[in-house]
Structures are given as structure tokens and as C-alpha cells.
């Protein structure tokens, strides 16, 4: 591909595809210049990142409120707003990695951006191999944070292995952690009874059967749901098996 001067805005954590990573990093780009979007989203894409883009700030705000991403490109000057009020919806409600990809190169932008929580500030024009570099960078230093999941008032701390409901402790069986984990790693996606056996087969040190992976999400969904007669995280599709997320 021919070498391109690109402008960007902001993106999110996701697992990176080039770098060594099983999952798609998913990129959302917050920029109001088609060209610059054009050129960027076919440069990213070939690199093997997914991306998605909006070209003001209702939209992006929209957008993140619905949608999780890996990392957010964005502009300072959007068609509806701005760049900065982007930047603090984003890190009110996620921990999405922000890089300022942007024309504004004066001191007070960019300590501003950098002050509230980006990780990156970027001025226009740029090399997209510089991009990519710092990119997959922030990626990666996201990842090594990100330990703390939340499922709705659920929070999960992979790396210590302690589950809370509304800030309290709650301790599950080592098979039920790792059902629980199932359901988190694969968030939005339906998983039949048969994927969920061949996940946590044979943790307990036994053969888990179907009747076994029932007792487990009855109790699993005691433990964590606040009416377990109708769960709010663990949802059954009828006929398919059962999903966690949107």
C-alpha cells in the first residue's frame, strides 16, 4: 500500500491480531474528514484491526454507550462538538484507551488531552507506521492493566481471582469461577450446553456431565444474580444454551 499522511482520533483495548493475540482489536475512529477516514480504515484494516467509525461527538458518545471497543482515534475538532467532551464520556463509564489523533498541536491541547486520561496525543499529519506502532503500544499496555471485569454489579479480578456482588466478596467453587469465566471471555455469544462442557471439562478432576454443568449454573446464577428465577447476567436462549451480554 502506498505510503499515506493520515489524521485520527481515539480507540479502545481489544486483543491484538498482528501482535500475537487470538481476538480482533476493535478500533473506533471519531473523526468528521471522510478522506482521512477512508485512507485509515483501509490502512488499519489490512493491518488486521476491526474498525468502526462516527464523525461527531453525539454519535461517539452513542456509539460507546452501546458498544465496546478496544481503543478510540479521536479528533479534537468534530462537526457537532468536540474531542475532549468525547474523551470524558469515555472515561466516566470505560477504561478504553483514548489516542488524540489531531491538527491541534498547541500546549494547552495537548496537555489537556493527555491530563484527562488519554494515552497518546498524535498531530496531524502523521506516518501511518508510526500509527500503527503507537497503537499497538497503548494496546498492549492496556492489556497488561485491564484485570477488573464487570458484569453488571459484578465485578470479577482475573489476575486475583476474587469475585464481589455490590462490593462484597463472594467465593465460588473452582469449577463455578471457571464457568463463570467461560461466560466472560465469550460475552454476547450464545454457548450451547455441548461448548460449555468442553470448556470446563474435567476441572473438577471428574467427568463433568450434562446433569453436573446444570447444577453448576443453578448455583453459579444463586450466587451472582439478584432473582435467580429471572437472571439478568446468565440469560437462557431458548433451544440454543445460554449467554452472558449484548
Known sequence: MPSLILYV?????????????????????????????????E???????????????????????????????????LRDGNGFAVCAAVKETTDTPVIFLTASDDEYSVVTGLDMGAYDYIVKPFRPRELLSRIRNVLRRNEKNVSLIK???ICVDTVKAIVSKNGEEIF??????????????????????????????????EFVNDNTLTVYIKRLREKIEDDPQNPRIIKTVRGLGYKVGE
Open 172 to 205: 465460588l467453587s473452582a469449577l463455578e469461577y471457571k464457568l463463570l469465566l467461560v461466560f466472560i471471555n465469550n460475552k454476547g455469544i450464545v454457548l450451547s450446553r455441548n461448548r460449555l462442557l468442553e470448556e470446563i471439562w474435567n476441572i473438577a478432576g
Open 43 to 77: 490502512y488499519l484494516s489490512s493491518e488486521g484491526f476491526e474498525v468502526e467509525w462516527v464523525a461527531g461527538q453525539a454519535e461517539a458518545i452513542e456509539k460507546i454507550s452501546q458498544n465496546k471497543y478496544n481503543l478510540i482515534l479521536l479528533d479534537i475538532s
Open 9 to 41: 482520533i481515539v480507540v479502545e483495548k481489544t486483543n491484538l491480531n498482528k501482535a500475537g493475540d487470538k481476538d480482533m482489536a476493535k478500533i473506533l475512529i471519531v473523526e468528521d474528514d471522510k478522506n482521512i477516514v477512508t485512507n485509515l480504515t
Open 151 to 153: 458484569l453488571d454489579n
